[in-house]
C-alpha cells in the first residue's frame, strides 16, 4: 500500500501568518494516463471533509487563493497563506492514483 | 445545492450485518463514481470502497473484502454500503462522497 507521511503533525500558526504542510509518497503518485491523483482535504472540528485542492495544485470551487498547492511524483505541499480563523482543523492529503487509496495521518492546524 | 445523506447507522452486535444508504441529490449521480471513507473515534480518514459509475467495477480495502459490499441504484440517485460480519474495528462514522462532495456522515458502533 502506497503510505503519505505528512509534516507536521500540529502547527500554530499567527492569524495572517503563512502555513506550509508536507505530504509524502512511498512511490511515485503519478498515474500511467499522466495524471497524479494527490489531493487536500479540510476537516473543520465537528464537520465532513471539505476538497481544497485535486490533482496537485487545482483549487476546487468556491476554495480561496490563499490555498494553494503544488509539488510532483513523490513530494507535495499545501500552502496557506493569510490564515484567517475558519482555516483551523485538520488537513489530510489522500492519493486515489493506487488501489488501495491512502490518506495520509492528518496535521492539525491551530490558530494562534 | 449537492447534498449527500446518509442513514442507517446504529449500534450493533459482533457479527451481526447492517447496511447504510446515502442519498444524492443536486448532481448527476451516475455521472460519479462514489466511495465509502469512514472515520474511527479520534483517528484520521481510512478509505473504505470505491464503486464505478455503472456499478460494474468495486473496490474495496483488504480489511473489509468478503465482509462488505458497496452498490448503487442510479435510477434512485442512492448509494449502499452492506456490512456483513461486523467486528468491534469497524466501529467508525462513515461518510458517502463523490471525493469533491461529502455527506454529514453516519456512527457504526459495533459493540456487545
Known amino acids: 500500500d502506497v503510505v503519505l507521511t505528512q509534516t507536521p503533525v500540529s502547527l500554530l500558526i499567527s492569524l495572517g501568518g503563512q502555513a506550509s504542510i508536507s505530504c509524502r509518497s512511498s512511490q511515485s503518485l503519478v498515474h500511467s494516463n499522466g495524471n497524479t491523483y494527490l489531493h487536500w482535504y479540510l476537516q473543520k472540528p465537528g464537520q465532513s471533509p471539505q476538497l481544497l485542492i485535486y490533482q496537485v495544485s487545482n483549487r476546487f470551487s468556491g476554495i480561496p487563493d490563499r490555498f494553494s498547492g503544488s509539488g510532483s511524483g513523490t513530494d507535495f505541499t499545501l500552502k496557506i497563506s493569510r490564515v484567517e480563523p475558519e482555516d483551523l482543523g485538520v488537513y489530510y492529503c489522500l492519493q486515489r492514483t493506487h488501489n488501495p487509496l491512502t490518506f495520509g495521518s492528518g496535521t492539525k492546524l491551530e490558530i494562534k | 445545492e449537492v447534498q449527500l445523506v446518509e442513514s442507517g447507522g446504529v449500534l450493533v452486535q459482533p457479527g451481526r450485518s447492517m447496511k447504510l444508504s446515502c442519498a444524492a441529490s443536486g448532481f448527476t449521480f451516475s455521472s460519479f463514481p462514489m466511495a465509502w471513507v469512514r472515520q474511527a473515534p479520534t483517528k484520521g480518514l481510512e478509505w473504505v470502497a470505491t464503486?464505478?459509475?455503472?456499478?460494474?467495477?468495486?473496490y474495496y480495502r483488504d480489511s473489509v473484502k468478503g465482509r462488505f459490499t458497496i452498490s448503487r441504484d442510479n435510477a434512485k440517485s442512492t448509494l449502499y454500503l452492506q456490512m456483513d460480519s461486523l467486528r468491534s474495528e469497524d466501529t467508525a462514522t462513515y461518510y458517502c462522497?463523490?471525493?469533491?462532495?461529502w455527506g454529514q456522515g453516519v456512527m457504526v458502533t459495533v459493540s456487545s
Open positions: 464503486i464505478s459509475t455503472s456499478g460494474g467495477s468495486t
Open positions: 462522497t463523490t471525493y469533491e462532495w
